[in-house]
């Protein structure tokens, strides 16, 4: 079975503040995807990144960033310099690789950036 | 450029009146979603469609159906809506099982 688990419920920072958010993963199978979404107050989600589980490089993309460690079964996600827009429920979610593989999301992360 | 269509946005049924909520995609992907999502929780998948092949999830209650007539539409059939099925429904794709699922904005249910 797969688990994903995402310990923050809500992180409240001031605007530029960096902030990170956690998620922790559970799965048996060998080779597996890892993702973030942002849930805006809008509802859409917003697909932000797949990693793959052999991949272990961590990735930039302007002032987000995802650190991730196989060997704690990891896969964080950092916001530098955090705006107002950034307010959203960010989810991290598990997937295998096999044909009729699903995703397995966590209850995840409200972040608050107030001004 | 909308890529995920899901209509209508905004659906109020009665209780027990048959409910049809549409999504259509312009991505030519293989997979289709649906999940549900209710206040604060994380959404719930409740079956996808593989081209043709219909999946359902062991725990969706017999009340969900779902079409999906050609590669662009899927419906989510609610026979007979009740108080519980009030929720935000979603609707994504995927080119394949495990790539990226793309969102569209949901249609918010009420049941009165």
């Known amino acids: 079975a797969q688990k994903v688990t995402q310990a923050q419920t809500e992180i409240s920072v001031v605007e530029k503040e960096d902030v990170t958010l956690d998620c922790v993963y559970e799965?048996?199978?060998?080779?597996?995807?890892l993702f973030w979404y942002k849930q805006p107050p809008s509802g859409e989600l917003v697909f932000l990144i797949r990693?793959?589980?052999?991949?272990?490089q961590n990735e930039i993309s302007g002032r987000y960033s995802w650190n991730f460690q196989k060997s704690t079964s990891s896969f964080n996600f950092t916001i530098t310099a955090s705006q107002v827009v950034d307010s959203a429920v960010y989810f991290c979610?598990?997937?295998?690789?096999?044909?009729?593989?699903?995703?397995?999301f966590g209850k995840g992360t409200m972040l608050l950036v107030s001004p | 450029d909308a890529m995920v269509i899901q209509n209508p946005r905004y659906q109020v049924t009665q209780f027990g009146k048959p409910v049809t909520l549409s999504c259509s995609q312009t991505?030519?992907?293989?997979?289709m979603y649906w999940y549900q999502q209710k206040s604060s929780q994380a959404p719930k998948l409740l079956f996808h469609?593989?081209?043709?092949?219909?999946?359902n999830e062991a725990d969706t209650p017999d009340n969900f159906q779902s079409r999906r007539p050609n590669t662009s539409f899927c419906f989510l059939d609610i026979r007979s809506p009740g108080l519980g099925d009030a929720a935000m429904y979603l609707c994504?794709?995927?080119?394949?099982?495990?790539?990226?699922?793309?969102f569209g904005p949901g249609t918010r249910l009420t049941v009165l």
């Open positions: 994504a794709t995927s080119r394949d099982p495990g790539s990226e699922q793309f």
């Open positions: 799965t048996r199978d060998t080779t597996y995807y």
């Open positions: 990693r793959n589980s052999f991949d272990e």
């Open positions: 979610a598990l997937s295998g690789t096999s044909g009729y593989s699903t995703l397995t």
């Open positions: 991505l030519n992907h293989n997979v």
């Open positions: 469609y593989y081209d043709k092949d219909f999946n």
